[in-house]
């Protein structure tokens, strides 16, 4: 697996910027940690205060520097706010597989946003960082995460099944 973050991966598509989380984000990275329509669907505590999203940077900062994970903020091309994030983590390197997890600001839910971002980061994925194969997890009720799994190739595991109202996707090289 080819794990070279410096410089940095920025990805561009026709509409959007997949660049570096940076402090300038906290606010942002507050809204998307603590929105109750974002955390529907993962098992986390929401977010209570911006100090919360501060230390999740430098925890994101620390695990950059690491090479445990590659952590992108995706931004509009025309407005450098972050308004999600996607990222490649839970790095089996004897494998080469990653896990790929992603969250977006409600307010663009539905307009093809997260399909541009995670095309970008799959090839990425198995073009730079030569995996061989990505999973997901989403819970099963999560349909629209479900579908852009689907229209993305991945294919349900049906060896391995759902745990705690997880379901196991898997797409692989080639």
Known sequence: MNINLSP?????????????????DADAIFYLRSNNIVNAHLDRAPAKTIQEAKDFIQKIKKILQNQEGV???????????LIGTICYYNFDLENNIAEIGYELNPTYHGQGIMQEAIKKVIDYGFETMQLNAITAFPRIDNQSSIKVLNRNGFELNANEPAEDNYAVYVLKRG
Do not use: M, S, V
Not at 8 to 24: D, H, Y
Not at 71 to 81: C, E, M, R, V
């Open 8 to 24: 940095f991966p920025t990805l561009t598509t026709e509409r959007l910027t997949l660049r570096k989380l940076n402090t300038k």
């Open 71 to 81: 952590y992108w903020a995706i931004a509009l091309n025309t407005n450098d706010t």
